[in-house]
């Protein structure tokens, strides 16, 4: 990730953006060390909503509709 210093961004500022937008890496602004900005570039497919973020991302392994244990242990499944 590159770093600029504050005293050159105001001069540099529209080739730091061309920069981002070119290479989709952030830039870091610091002054006296310590940093200050990240510019990142935008992406436009931000979600909407929470949910269905996860979608796609697990796997079912195994039977997961029959109980782990026998019957026998279950006095709910004897009735």
Same mark, same amino acid.
Request: charged share 20%.
């Given at each position: /990730?590159?770093?600029?210093?504050l005293a050159h961004v105001q @001069?540099? =500022?529209?080739? !730091? =953006?061309?920069?981002? !937008?070119?290479?989709? @890496?952030?830039? &870091?602004?610091?002054? @006296?060390? *310590? &940093?200050? +900005? *990240? !510019?990142?570039?935008?992406?436009?497919?931000?979600?909407?909503?929470?949910?269905?973020? /996860?979608r796609g991302t697990g796997k079912?392994?195994?039977?997961?509709?029959?109980? +782990?244990?026998?019957?026998? +242990?279950?006095?709910? &499944?004897?009735?």
């Open positions: /990730m590159e770093e600029i210093q @001069k540099d =500022i529209l080739s !730091i =953006i061309n920069t981002v !937008i070119h290479s989709h @890496k952030p830039v &870091l602004i610091s002054d @006296k060390g *310590k &940093l200050l +900005v *990240k !510019i990142v570039p935008f992406s436009g497919s931000e979600p909407t909503s929470w949910l269905g973020s /996860m079912i392994t195994g039977d997961i509709i029959s109980p +782990v244990e026998d019957s026998d +242990v279950w006095e709910v &499944l004897s009735l």
